[in-house]
């Protein structure tokens, strides 16, 4: 059994696929063909965001946002200790410092009250929030910008994980001033290789951008108005998310069925708590994570699965404010977050796990936890 399976999604569109590959073959552009604005038009739309713009992975898209607000050194930002480490990776490699807050404990994202308490004790230069939509499911956007701006901060949506999620009746991706999306083949809309996609509907914003991913480039093609970077996103990778994407929101609603169907039967245990979806929320399911008891538990639910040959993975055993890279810097206790990530296990999830895998699934977590 696959984790995530996609080769069964390979199946369905692979004709279609080589068939884009080989436009790509015949006309030649490799590099800003006509697949990338083709690409960055569908999925402008689909957001409901008047710019898109191609990038080589959702880490740069990440950097290339912090650029757009010329974050450097001196500068604070906010964002989650329980996320993957490009989050935080890029705010500390353009010279800023990341200013830790403690997550939700029951949707994993960062959370507005402890956003205020830090910004009302914070003595840096803070700039932005980097909020991030964990597992699929968008964090609380009305709450964090409402506080952002009343304070002056940037908001920037890190939506590496909840392309395709829906807030209030808006779309990931169109939460923030500005949004970041990544193609990584396990995301929920993945490429065969690194992408990613930046969102905004500021037209200086979206300018700056472009130039900033193409070496700082102004007017002419030798005219250098930023220090950029070599950040564009393939053609041939857009080529393939263009198939990709017309299977998408069939797959949204095959993700939703499987997530219920866990939770349905999940929930029944008492060691188990399953993802709570706030209303007026839509999770787009990167991830189905559980909460068991204690470390313990999981550690013997891990093995019994692989026993059996189902994989899992545990998102994130070690929150970013513990890693090495900290080591020589006081950061305050997240006690959410170092709660969460000892007891958080993510179960296989993908759009073609059928009923017969999952039942099986379920099965043997109920009999590994009932062994314990
Ligand atoms: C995957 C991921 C990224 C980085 O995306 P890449 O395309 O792999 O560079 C950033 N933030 C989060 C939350 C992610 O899950």
Known sequence: MQFIDLKTQQKSIRSNIENRLRQVLDHGQYIMGPEITELENQLSKYVGIKHAIGVSSGTDALMLALMNYDVGQGDAILTTPFTFIATVEMICLLGATPVFVDIDPVTFNIDPSAIKQTIEKCQSNLRGIVAVDLFGLPADYHA????????????????????????????????????????????????????????????????????????????????HTHVGINGRLDSIQAAILLEKFSIFPDECIARQTIANRYTQKLKTHPSITTPHIPDNYQSVWAQYSILLENIDQRQQLQSRLKDKNIPTAIYYPVPIHQQPIFKDVQTPKMPVSEDISNRIVSLPMHPYLSETQQDLIIAAVFEALDDC
Do not use: W
């Open 144 to 223: 964090i910008n409402s506080l952002a701006k009343d304070h002056g901060l940037f908001v920037i949506e890190d939506a590496a994980q909840s392309f395709g999620a829906v807030y209030h009746g808006k779309r990931a991706c169109s939460l923030a001033e500005i949004a970041c999306t990544s193609f990584f083949p396990a995301k929920p809309l993945g490429g065969y290789g690194d992408g990613g996609m930046c969102f905004t509907n500021d037209d200086a914003f979206a300018e700056k951008i472009r130039s900033l991913m193409l070496h700082g480039q102004g007017k002419h093609r030798y005219s």
